[in-house]
């Protein structure tokens, strides 16, 4: 089959050997795969993984275990895949810190081949069933905007705080209109971004807006970072008021040369969010709250990956989207 | 009178203008004046300061407000003196953030003289009372054990729970005495240095210590990062738990090349925590619990302080206090 692979020397599509399913695992047909900003960081270096890319991904469940049948629950479903693949055995796992499993691997970020291919082996407890008539361009963000709305689990944003997210990239943006989705929030939070076109997107969600080089505002009780990049940190530090809080989402490869010294003197808090909860993305998904399609900015057959690939990192592009030809 | 002023060029006794105490301040003659770790980075340009240094200051209330008698409530008080001269009437000193006012200045850090002096001014809303019997070499650690106290309130140590303490400097040392006189923490808190005899102080005061080159242990649920270095930062980025809190109490001039990505990927809660309860630390060490005095290393007259700066500075020194003659 086809894979596009960080291969530690560059991204490339290859021909590599059919996925084969483990005890608890079933294999997924690929019908959509979302290139995200950590994919682009991986290219870099980032996690220093090699092997098949891709991590937000929408499929069809077609084999079993070591090449066997589909096991009933899960046939012929549609279905996206949670990417940290646990133990589901260790303190970690039973006490609830799945993702924190330290004997995981990731799908397409650590020790596990991802589904940016034709086929992809998940373990089944990572599996969740897309809710029918829910279009393929709206699930194939289940597993970005549950990362997305995680942001503001451990620090809840409360009724008259003031809310900033930075970065109306991917992550900024969606994040941007998960914030739209919670009721109450919406008229003290704005989006700050370099890209009118792309706040437009947040706007249009009923998002406040405002392009980075008019904005001067600064004591946010909560800031929001999600640019991608280091400086975003920065940025963030210099507009949270004194004991607030900054989430950071973004990830990159190598050392961010950062001042932390706002971090003491102002005393804040500093909170590191990663994945989050796909029953909820499902469920905000599917009462229609948000619209994440209008994030799509191309799609690509597998055959094109490597191109691609260079199109998500280029300036203006959002969502691409790659998808295997059946 | 004599005064240890950073000049922006270096560090330097000059002879400068008697203080004169504003309105709702008064004068205080220095008894004793301790050099902390912020004053050598201020000294490399942190905070951007020029004027006299010193924050932790002991003395006697001896001139009022323009040179005139001191307010009765003062009359021959033995003092200590919080460092941040806030302005007591914006929003943020009226919900209970004195320091954190955005119109402070800060003794011997932000754009007001210190007490590395014969005498210096300060608020009265500053000023705190040394119980008779304290002794002048354990009220000089008011300041710093308050400042040290302060890295537990935001992160308070809960039963059970692993702790460690990152840096065996005078900050490392004076949180790990603290902790040491909190009851039920003691166990399970460890204390990492590169100095035996320096770690010899917090063993004597009941804690659990090991040097840096011995010490493998991870998973700390809280860990406290008192190094004075940004490497420390990635120490304990390195042995925390996920989710787990690490307090940042170490300043230092310039950027910090730090990995940031543990703090995404492992979902940690950073803490800044800077200055904390006067009436506290007098608790504290008014009740015996523990005795910072075994951190004093030098003591030197006012007239010796460039010299007293640099053994300040200099490798196995901790506390290293300044004596005004008189």
Chains 1, 2 share one sequence.
Not at 90 to 103: F, N, V, Y
Not at 201 to 206: I, K, N, P
Not at 242 to 270: H, M
Not at 302 to 313: K, M, N, V, W
Request: include cysteine.
């Amino acid at each position: 089959m086809k894979a596009l692979v960080c291969t530690g020397d560059g991204v490339r599509l290859q021909e590599r050997p059919e996925p084969r399913a483990a005890a608890s695992e079933v294999v997924v047909d690929v019908d959509l795969a979302g290139i995200c900003n950590t994919d682009l960081e991986i290219a870099k270096g980032y996690m220093g993984f090699t092997g098949t890319l891709g991590h937000e991904v929408l499929g069809r469940v077609t084999e079993g275990p070591d090449g066997g049948a589909v096991p009933e629950a899960w046939r012929g479903k549609r279905v996206v895949t949670e990417i940290n693949c646990s133990c589901l055995a260790c303190p970690t796992c039973l006490h609830g810190g799945r993702s924190h499993c330290p004997h995981r691997t990731v799908l397409g970020i650590l020790n596990k081949d991802g589904g940016l291919a034709d086929r992809v082996a998940v373990p089944t407890a990572n599996l969740h069933v897309v809710p029918d008539g829910m279009p393929d361009d709206t699930a194939v963000f289940i597993e970005p905007l549950a990362a997305a709305l995680h942001a503001y689990d451990d620090a809840p944003a409360r009724p008259g705080e003031r809310v900033c997210v930075i970065g109306d990239g991917k992550l900024g943006l969606l994040m941007a209109i998960g914030l739209a989705a919670r009721a109450g929030d919406l008229g003290r939070a704005v989006l700050v971004g370099r890209h009118r076109e792309k706040l437009e997107l947040a706007e249009r969600a009923g998002l406040a807006v405002v392009l980075e080089k008019d904005f001067d505002e600064t004591g946010f009780d909560l800031v929001i970072e999600g640019t991608g990049h280091p400086s975003g940190l920065a940025k963030a530090l210099a507009i949270v008021r004194p004991r607030g809080t900054v989430i950071l989402k973004s990830t990159y490869a190598g050392a961010a040369d950062v001042d932390l010294a706002p971090i003491v003197i102002n005393e804040l808090k500093i909170v590191g969010s990663r994945c989050g909860d796909f029953a909820r993305a499902i469920e905000v998904l599917n009462a229609g709250k948000i619209d994440p399609a209008a994030l799509i900015s191309e799609r690509h057959p597998l055959a094109d990956a490597e191109h691609a690939f260079e199109r998500a990192g280029a300036d203006g592009v959002l969502k691409v989207l790659v998808a295997p030809e059946r």
